[in-house]
């Protein structure tokens, strides 16, 4: 298990190439590999443009990648209204967190007022994946 701090933009990138590396590594395809580093890049942002910092930590398995993105922001009000596309407290599209649940194959969200949001998400790894 790899944890990384996420304070920066910088670490939005790091945090990015580093996810996909450690799916390519584990045999995903290029598809998944960039669906990987979106989702990242998509929660990482978050973290930055509305959590403050977090953190992500990295958990793999023969087969599955396990990505957990973490904050120390205000929590999330209303996550049914946050996971609709178009949504945002931002300037952004509103699409960074219903994008990343259709990228991945599980997604789970977490977040309570004063307390920060933790979002789980995982991608499987399946035998025609290979490169």
């Given at each position: 298990?790899i944890?990384?701090?996420?304070?920066?933009?910088?670490?939005i990138?790091?945090?990015a190439t580093?996810?996909?590396s450690v799916?390519?590594?584990?045999g995903f395809s290029i598809?998944d590999?960039?669906?990987?580093?979106?989702?990242i890049s998509?929660?990482?942002?978050?973290?930055?443009?509305?959590g403050?910092r977090?953190?992500?930590?990295?958990?793999?398995?023969?087969?599955?990648l396990?990505?957990?993105?973490?904050d120390?922001?205000?929590?999330i009000?209303?996550?049914a209204?946050a996971?609709?596309?178009?949504?945002?407290?931002g300037?952004g599209?509103?699409?960074?967190?219903?994008?990343?649940?259709?990228?991945?194959d599980?997604f789970?969200?977490?977040s309570a007022?004063?307390?920060?949001?933790?979002?789980t998400?995982?991608?499987?790894l399946?035998?025609?994946?290979?490169?």
């Amino acid at each position: 298990m790899i944890q990384l701090a996420i304070e920066t933009e910088e670490d939005i990138i790091i945090a990015a190439t580093f996810g996909k590396s450690v799916a390519r590594d584990m045999g995903f395809s290029i598809v998944d590999q960039t669906k990987i580093a979106v989702s990242i890049s998509e929660l990482t942002r978050n973290v930055i443009n509305y959590g403050i910092r977090g953190m992500i930590r990295f958990k793999t398995s023969e087969k599955c990648l396990e990505i957990v993105v973490k904050d120390e922001g205000p929590g999330i009000k209303n996550i049914a209204e946050a996971m609709k596309d178009g949504v945002t407290t931002g300037n952004g599209l509103g699409l960074g967190l219903s994008g990343t649940r259709r990228l991945m194959d599980d997604f789970h969200i977490e977040s309570a007022l004063g307390a920060g949001t933790k979002i789980t998400i995982k991608k499987w790894l399946e035998e025609d994946n290979n490169p």
